[in-house]
């Protein structure tokens, strides 16, 4: 898996899909951004812009980014 280095901060990587339609996030991304095992992703998918898979800590705003308006509200609150 190769890693291109754009430019500060930001990067990019080849995986391939298998047969499952999975892929393995490279060790280096994983460490970058902190990935453990058994979290939860969220993929945001944009049919023009293609995927993008954020931190789970910013999921609120990440979200409230792409569709705008209120932030969802999380769990327990009204």
């Given at each position: 898996m190769?890693?291109t280095k754009l430019?500060?901060?930001?990067?990019?990587?080849?995986?391939?899909?298998?047969e499952k339609?999975?892929i393995?996030?490279?060790?280096?991304a994983?460490d970058?951004?902190g990935?453990?095992p058994?979290?939860t992703?969220?993929?945001?998918?944009?049919?023009k812009?293609?995927?993008a898979?954020?931190p789970?800590n910013m999921f609120?705003?990440?979200?409230?980014a792409v569709?705008?308006?209120?932030p969802p509200?999380?769990?327990?609150?009204?």
């Amino acid at each position: 898996m190769a890693n291109t280095k754009l430019s500060d901060g930001k990067h990019a990587w080849t995986v391939k899909m298998g047969e499952k339609g999975q892929i393995v996030i490279p060790k280096e991304a994983r460490d970058i951004f902190g990935f453990k095992p058994g979290d939860t992703l969220i993929i945001l998918g944009d049919v023009k812009q293609g995927i993008a898979i954020p931190p789970q800590n910013m999921f609120t705003q990440v979200i409230t980014a792409v569709f705008g308006g209120n932030p969802p509200k999380e769990d327990g609150e009204e």
